[in-house]
């Protein structure tokens, strides 16, 4: 299934059925609502979905899943629902209550609030049973392997390509490709288990991702494609880009732009993609880290481990799910995640080398201009840079940021760039006196 809906109150499958309508892009082979009891709930989902749809819902149970370990559920219980997150959150669910407080779930916020304004990101590891949340998971600092790095790289690779192989699936997937360490993992294990593979990159006349990515596709010989992309095209699909994502942080809209772009592309030629979402965070992808003790950085690839769920992974389900497709993000299968979190952080981040024990795990699948790129991240290494900040500043004066920065919640916007998403942000969606369920970005800057 791609969506879920529902509310615990009896005959209320019209409403249902808006709900879905809003979410509809996710899924439109098949659509089911179900009224059982003092409850009613719904999914749509793609067609090869409809036989595991119908063994769950004989439980009273409606799921929406990515793929394996990662998933939303609704059961039905007797006080109403329970719901359930997956331990990183890479499969989305929000809840609230009605003004009769009737407790009501979807897959996204514009399918919520067809019911409530009464918005809730359930968090990831969680199972809520309209009474009392509680985390049954957790993804926390681990005891390190006393492992040689051959040994642990050895191990590493053989997880990857598991976690590859449970989700090739009949064959119909292809890759995001960034031309990144990452992504570049990821397709060039899938390619062996597909006979036409199928990439995608994105980027501004002479972007350094699409000559990294044409340097990938000459190695595993796949059938690319590029998204050439325009100041123009950036603009013209913002709009669009903030409805399908539900936020308004200026470093998550302005990478979400070019993920739009390339994942309609993808969508005309396989139901289903890899992306390389979660690397940098398991294995110290960024620059910044490289500034922290070394004592300090299990804990903080933790925390923004953690932090996915709102912010990178949301970018990801959205862009793909706008257009009907699947993302799949291998490194953050449960046994990618729980071998990642014991590798000892000196492997990681060695001798000011980010991911390097990806590296040496990958050094046999990689061309060498891969294996030794640095980190970029996607809005720069497409070419976005900062044009959209740039546009930003000549369309809002500093008076116009000083009088709109403050939001009803009592939050703050960081920049003129951020104004400018949160105003296209409020003409989808309104004004909220609450928006903690809207991710932000850990240490975005503020203008």
């Not at 359930?84 to 009501?104: A, I, M």
């Not at 968090?123 to 049954?136: A, I, Q, S």
């Not at 989700?167 to 597909?194: E, N, P, Q, Y």
């Not at 044409?214 to 709009?239: C, N, Q, T, W, Y």
Request: with cysteine; hydrophobic share 40%; aromatic share 8%.
């Amino acid at each position: 299934m791609t969506a879920i809906a529902g509310i615990a109150s009896h005959a209320k499958s019209e409403l249902v059925d808006r709900m879905l309508d809003k979410m509809s892009h996710r899924g439109w082979a098949w659509r089911d609502v179900i009224e059982e009891r003092n409850l009613t709930f719904g999914a749509i989902g793609l067609g090869i979905q409809k036989q595991a749809h119908e063994t769950l819902k004989k439980s009273g149970l409606a799921c929406d899943s990515a793929s394996e370990g990662h998933f939303a559920q609704a059961q039905a219980a007797a006080a109403g629902f329970e719901l359930k997150r997956d331990l990183l959150g890479v499969t989305p669910l929000y809840y609230g209550r009605t003004n009769d407080g009737e407790l009501c779930f979807a897959s996204e916020v514009k399918g919520l609030l067809e019911a409530t304004c009464d918005v809730h990101e359930m968090p990831p590891g969680n199972c809520y049973d309209g009474l009392k949340m509680e985390t049954y998971a957790r993804i926390a600092i681990q005891d390190p392997l006393d492992e040689s790095p051959e040994t642990i790289a050895a191990e590493l690779r053989r997880r990857l390509e598991t976690a590859i192989e449970k989700r090739i699936g009949d064959g119909r997937v292809g890759a995001w490709l960034s031309g990144g360490l990452d992504s570049s993992t990821l397709a060039a294990l899938a390619r062996k288990h597909v006979s036409n593979f199928h990439t995608f990159a994105v980027g501004s006349p002479g972007a350094p991702d699409l000559e990294f990515a044409r340097a990938m596709v000459d190695f595993i010989k796949s059938a690319h494609h590029e998204v050439i992309v325009g100041p123009e095209d950036i603009l013209r699909v913002l709009p669009d880009v903030i409805y399908h994502l539900e936020s308004f942080d200026a470093l998550l809209v302005r990478s979400s732009v070019m993920n739009f772009l390339v994942a309609k592309c993808a969508s005309d030629f396989v139901p289903a993609v890899f992306s390389g979402e979660g690397g940098d965070e398991l294995f110290a992808g960024y620059e910044y880290l490289k500034a922290l003790d070394p004592d300090q950085l299990p804990a903080e690839l933790v925390d923004i481990t953690n932090r996915l769920h709102n912010t990178a992974l949301q970018r990801v389900d959205r862009c793909a799910y706008a257009f009907g497709t699947v993302a799949h993000v291998g490194f953050l299968d449960s046994g990618v995640v729980e071998y990642a979190l014991r590798i000892p952080a000196q492997y990681k981040l060695r001798q000011g080398i980010e991911k390097w024990i990806l590296r040496q795990a990958m050094a046999d699948a990689l061309p060498d201009a891969i294996l030794n790129r640095t980190k970029a991240k996607f809005w720069q290494g497409a070419g976005v840079e900062d044009m959209l900040a740039r546009h930003a500043d000549e369309k809002i004066t500093g008076a116009d940021f000083a009088r709109e920065r403050g939001l009803p919640d009592g939050s703050r916007l960081n920049s003129k760039e951020e104004l400018m998403y949160y105003r296209i942000f409020k003409e989808h969606f309104g004004e909220f006196d609450d928006l903690s369920w809207v991710g932000r970005t850990k240490g975005a800057p503020v203008g």
